[in-house]
C-alpha cells in the first residue's frame, strides 16, 4: 500500500511536497488539503509512492482527500508539466489556474493563544495595564479578553472572537505581530452548488378562511402555474403591500410548500433583431473550401494545427460553427476560445441557438459558484460545446475532437500573472497532447503564426474576400498636422470626420468612432512648472474622470483622479504639489472627453460609450450591444473594445483617434499592434447591405503600418515588419523573456539587479544574449520598484536553461521567487 504522495501546492516554489498517506489513499490529478507553513492548503496529488524522504525531518499526513477520482485527467496533467517547463513557472501555480473550484473551498483564520500571551494574561491579572502601551484602556481590556477567551489552548474564528470580546480584525492583527497570538489559514470544502427556493401551491387540500394578504398569495402563485421562486414571489407582494411573514403563514397552515432546486444558469446573449444566427448562414466557396480543409484533417485524425487568416467579414465564424457541428456528430466535444468577455455575449447567443443545452461558458466574470457548476458540467460530458476566455483552454472535456482559437492574434489570449501562459500557445500544445485538430482564426495573424504557416508548421487556409462579395470599405487617412496649421487648433475630432458622421448620421445609418484612451483626460499638469500628477503608488500619471455634470476646461477641485493600474484614487488638488500654481489643466482626451465632445457636436445623435468604465458586469455589454443592434444607438464611441469582432450590420462609418499614438512606445511590436487595431476596427464598417467608410486621423500617414493598413495589405504589411525583426532578431527569428526584479525597497531591488546582472555576464549562456539590467519603463507599480532583463535566445531549449540557471542562482543569493517575474514570451515590455 503506497505509504506516501508528492503534492503540488500554489506557493511560489520550484518543487512539490511530500506527505504521508493518512487513511484514503488519494489518486493522481485529486485534490488533497493538507498543513503547510501554518496554513491549510488545497494542492494537487502529482506522485503516490512507497519511497520515505531522506532527512531527519517530521512527514505531515494528508488531512483531506477531497476527490475519490481524479479531477484533471492524465491530458491535463501533462498539459500541466508542460506550461511549468516551458514558462519555467512553478507547478502548483499552474494548477491552481486550471481548477476554478475555488468556491468548493471555504477558507477561515484561527486564532490561538502562545505561551508569550499567557505570561501576559497572568502578568496583568498580577500587575494591571500596562501604562506605556498606546492603545487606550478600553483597547486594552479587550486583549485581555481575547487572551482569556483563548486562555484553554482551543482556536477560534475571528467571528468568535469578535462577538465574544468586541474585538476587530485590526486588534487581533496587532496581538499577532506582538507574538501573542498565533493565526492560521485554514481551508475546508463547501458545497457550491447553486440552489434556489421555489414556493408551490399544494393542490387538492380544502382552504381554510384567509385574510386578504394570503389569499393574494394564493392568486398569484395559481396565475403562474402554481410555481415561482420565491424571492420573485416576495418582490411582487412586497410591492403590492404583502409582508414577507405571510408566506410563512400559508407553509405551515399546509397551503405552500417550499423546495429547493438547482438554480438555472443564465447564458446571456445579445438580441440581434432578426438577423440570422452563425449556423443558419449557407456557406459559400471559400467558406466551404475552408470547412472542407478542416473537415479532412478531422476524420484522419490525429494533430493538425490550421492557419485560418480571413478579412474582416468574410465569414470566419459561420466555418467554425459548422466545423464545430462535424466535431459533435462524430461524438467528439469542441472548444471555441474568444479572446474578450466582451465577444462573449455575442458568440454564447449563436452557440445555444445552434447547439442548445450542450454549451458550456467559462470565463472571468462568472461568480465562483458559476464557474464550478459550470467546470463540473463539462467534466460530466453534460456540455460538449465549451466557449470562453484564456482559462477555458483547461476546460476538462472529455471526447476533445476540436480546439478554435477565434482573433488568435489578440494579446488578451497573455496571462499577465504567474504563470505567464499564452491561451493560443498552450491550445496548440493541447490538440498536440490529444491528437486532435486546432484551428487559429484572425484577420491580422500574429506574425509567429503567419510564419508557422509559411514554415509549413500550420496548414494555412485563405479567405481573402466578404461574404456576399462585399466590398471591404474604403478607407481616408485624415493628417493631423495639415489639420492644425490649416486651423491653428488643436481639436480632437477632424472636419472631415465631422462632416462624415454628420452625413451617415442623417442617412439613418450607425458610425463607430475609436478613441482608444479611458477617462476624460490622461494627463493633469502645471502649466507654470510642468508638474504632471502623477499616482502615490506607480510611476505613472493619472487620468482624469470627470463628473456627469459640468464642461469646465480648468480641473476643479473635488474631482476625481485615478490609476488605471493600482485603482488608486484622488481629487484634484486645488493647487501644484510642486509650485503651488492654481494653473493645472487637462491635456490629452480619452473616450469620455470623446462621448461629450460628440454629444455638442451631434446633439441629436444617440451616443453610446464602450469602455471599461460602461462596462463593468457581464450583462453591461449585452446590454449596450443589443440597443446597438436595435438602432438605439446610432453613434458608439469606446476604446479598443469596440474594434474586436463585433458584426453590426448598420454601421457605415468607422473614425480612429490617435490610435497611433502607440507607435511611439518603447516596445518592438508597437508597429504590429497598431496595423492589427486599425484594421481589425476597420472591419466594423460594412459589414451589411451598405458600403462601409474608415477615416484615420493620424500623424503618422507615412508609416508602413498605417499604409498598409489603409490598402487591406496584411501580406504587405507582414513583409516589411520581417524584415526589422529578422535584423534584430526579434520572434519571430528568436524567443525573448522578460526577467522583472521587483521589491518594495529600492535598495534591495537595485541590488539584487546588480547582483543578477554581474551573474549574467559571467555566466556561459549558450546562445542567449542579455540586454539590462535597467529600470523598468514603468518603474514603479503598486508601490514596488521594478527593473528587468530582457533575454533573447537563438532557441527555446537554450533560453529555458538559461532561466533556469539564473533561478538557481538567484535562490543561492536568497532572493525570492515572489521578487522575480519570468515572462516566456513577453507581448509587453513595460
Known amino acids: 500500500m503506497p505509504l506516501f504522495c508528492d503534492v503540488a501546492l500554489p506557493v511560489p516554489l520550484d518543487q512539490t511536497f511530500t506527505y504521508r498517506v493518512n487513511g484514503t489513499v488519494p489518486v493522481v490529478g485529486a485534490r488533497v488539503l493538507v498543513p503547510f507553513s501554518g496554513q491549510r492548503l488545497m494542492g494537487v496529488v502529482i506522485r503516490v509512492h512507497e519511497e520515505e524522504p531522506a532527512g531527519e525531518f517530521e512527514i505531515k499526513p494528508v488531512q483531506q482527500v477531497m476527490d475519490d477520482s481524479a479531477v484533471l485527467p492524465e491530458d491535463l496533467m501533462e498539459l500541466a508539466r508542460w506550461i511549468a517547463q516551458y514558462y519555467v513557472a512553478p507547478l502548483g501555480e499552474v494548477l491552481r489556474g486550471m481548477l476554478p473550484l475555488t468556491a468548493e473551498i471555504k477558507r477561515n483564520f484561527l486564532y490561538r493563544i502562545t505561551d508569550t500571551g499567557r505570561n501576559v494574561l497572568y502578568e496583568g491579572a498580577a500587575k494591571g495595564a500596562s501604562r506605556r502601551s498606546k492603545l487606550t484602556p478600553e483597547e486594552q481590556n479587550r486583549e485581555y479578553s481575547v487572551l482569556n477567551y483563548l486562555e484553554a489552548g482551543e482556536q477560534a474564528k475571528i467571528s468568535a472572537l469578535r462577538s465574544a470580546t468586541g474585538a476587530n480584525k485590526s486588534l487581533l492583527e496587532g496581538m499577532v505581530r506582538k507574538r501573542w497570538l498565533i493565526r492560521e489559514a485554514v481551508a475546508e470544502e463547501r458545497d457550491a452548488r447553486r440552489m434556489e427556493k421555489i414556493a408551490i401551491l399544494v393542490e387538492d387540500v380544502r382552504l381554510p378562511k384567509l385574510n386578504p394578504n394570503q389569499t393574494a398569495i394564493l392568486a398569484e402563485l395559481a396565475a403562474v402555474g402554481g410555481k415561482m421562486r420565491t424571492r420573485d414571489l416576495q418582490e411582487t407582494l412586497r410591492r403590492a403591500g404583502v409582508p414577507d411573514s405571510t408566506l410563512g403563514t400559508l407553509v405551515k397552515r399546509g397551503l405552500v410548500r417550499i423546495e429547493e432546486v438547482a438554480e438555472a444558469f443564465h447564458f446571456g446573449g445579445v438580441v440581434t433583431h432578426g438577423k440570422k444566427h452563425a449556423h443558419e448562414h449557407a456557406l459559400n466557396e471559400a467558406q466551404t473550401e475552408a470547412l472542407g480543409t478542416i473537415a479532412a484533417a478531422m476524420a484522419k485524425g490525429g494533430f493538425a494545427p490550421h492557419l485560418l487568416y480571413g478579412v474582416t467579414g468574410s465569414g470566419k465564424t459561420a466555418v467554425y460553427f459548422a466545423a464545430m457541428r462535424r466535431a459533435l456528430d462524430a461524438g467528439k466535444s469542441a472548444l471555441l476560445m474568444v479572446p474578450e468577455i466582451g465577444l462573449t455575449p455575442a458568440m454564447t447567443g449563436h452557440l445555444v441557438a445552434a447547439f442548445g443545452d450542450e454549451v458550456a461558458l467559462l470565463h472571468s466574470q462568472l461568480t465562483p459558484d458559476e464557474r464550478a457548476e459550470q467546470w463540473h458540467r463539462i467534466r460530466r460530458g453534460e456540455a460538449r460545446v465549451v466557449v470562453g476566455t484564456r482559462s477555458a483552454v483547461f476546460a476538462p472535456m472529455p471526447h476533445l475532437g476540436l480546439i478554435i482559437v477565434d482573433e488568435e492574434h489578440d494579446g488578451s489570449y497573455k496571462q499577465e500573472e504567474t504563470p505567464r501562459y499564452h491561451g493560443r500557445d498552450v491550445a496548440v500544445m ?24 509559411e514554415k509549413g508548421r500550420y496548414a494555412s487556409i485563405e479567405m481573402r474576400t466578404r461574404v456576399a462579395n462585399r466590398p471591404l470599405p474604403s478607407v481616408e487617412m485624415v493628417d493631423m498636422r495639415a489639420e492644425f496649421r490649416e486651423t491653428g487648433q488643436e481639436q480632437i475630432f477632424s472636419r472631415r470626420l465631422i462632416e462624415e458622421t454628420e452625413a451617415t448620421l442623417s442617412r439613418g445609418e450607425q458610425a463607430i468612432i475609436l478613441l482608444n484612451r479611458r477617462g476624460y483626460s490622461f494627463v493633469v499638469m502645471c502649466r507654470s ?11 505613472i500619471s493619472m487620468t ?24 488608486f484614487r484622488r481629487s484634484v488638488p486645488k ?6 500654481s492654481e494653473h493645472l489643466y487637462f491635456l490629452g482626451a480619452g473616450s469620455q472627453q470623446g462621448e461629450e465632445r460628440l454629444q455638442e457636436i451631434f446633439p441629436h445623435a444617440r451616443i453610446g460609450r464602450m469602455d471599461r468604465d460602461t462596462v463593468r458586469g457581464r450583462s453591461d455589454m449585452e446590454r449596450l450591444l443589443s440597443r446597438l443592434h436595435a438602432g438605439e444607438i446610432n453613434l458608439l464611441v469606446g476604446t479598443q473594445m469596440i474594434a474586436k469582432g463585433h458584426d453590426i450590420h448598420g454601421v457605415t462609418l468607422v473614425g480612429v483617434v490617435g ?29 451589411g447591405e451598405l458600403p462601409g467608410k474608415v477615416l484615420v486621423q493620424t500623424y503618422h500617414p507615412d508609416h508602413y503600418a498605417v499604409k498598409f493598413s489603409a490598402e487591406h495589405d496584411y501580406p504587405g504589411f507582414v513583409a516589411k515588419e520581417m524584415q526589422y525583426r529578422r535584423w534584430m ?5 528568436g524567443v525573448l523573456a522578460n526577467v522583472v526584479v521587483q521589491s518594495e525597497r529600492l535598495e534591495e531591488a537595485t541590488g539584487w539587479s546588480s547582483e543578477l546582472g554581474r551573474w549574467f555576464s559571467t ?35 537554450a533560453l529555458g536553461e538559461a532561466l533556469r540557471k539564473m533561478l538557481g542562482f538567484a535562490e543561492t543569493r536568497e532572493i525570492s521567487r515572489r521578487n522575480l517575474i519570468v515572462d516566456v514570451d513577453a507581448l509587453h515590455l513595460m
Open 430 to 453: 493541447r490538440a498536440k497532447l490529444n491528437d486532435v485538430v486546432v484551428v487559429l482564426g484572425s484577420a491580422t495573424p500574429s506574425l509567429e503564426s503567419w510564419s508557422n504557416a
Open 529 to 539: 512648472c510642468g508638474e504632471k500628477i502623477e499616482c502615490e503608488n506607480c510611476a
Open 544 to 567: 482624469y474622470h470627470k463628473p456627469v455634470s459640468g464642461s469646465e476646461a480648468i480641473a476643479q477641485p473635488g474631482q476625481r483622479l485615478e490609476c488605471h493600474y493600482c485603482g
Open 575 to 580: 493647487e501644484c504639489p510642486k509650485c503651488q
Open 659 to 687: 490610435a497611433d499614438f502607440a507607435l511611439g512606445l518603447p516596445d518592438f511590436r508597437a508597429a504590429e499592434r497598431v496595423f492589427q487595431l486599425l484594421t481589425q476596427v476597420s472591419g466594423r464598417a460594412g459589414r
Open 729 to 733: 532578431h526579434y520572434p519571430p527569428f
Open 763 to 797: 555566466a556561459q549562456l549558450d546562445k542567449v544574449r542579455v540586454l539590462g539590467p535597467a529600470a523598468a519603463p514603468i518603474s514603479r507599480l503598486k508601490r514596488i520598484y521594478r527593473y528587468h532583463f530582457v533575454l533573447k535566445g537563438e532557441s527555446r531549449k
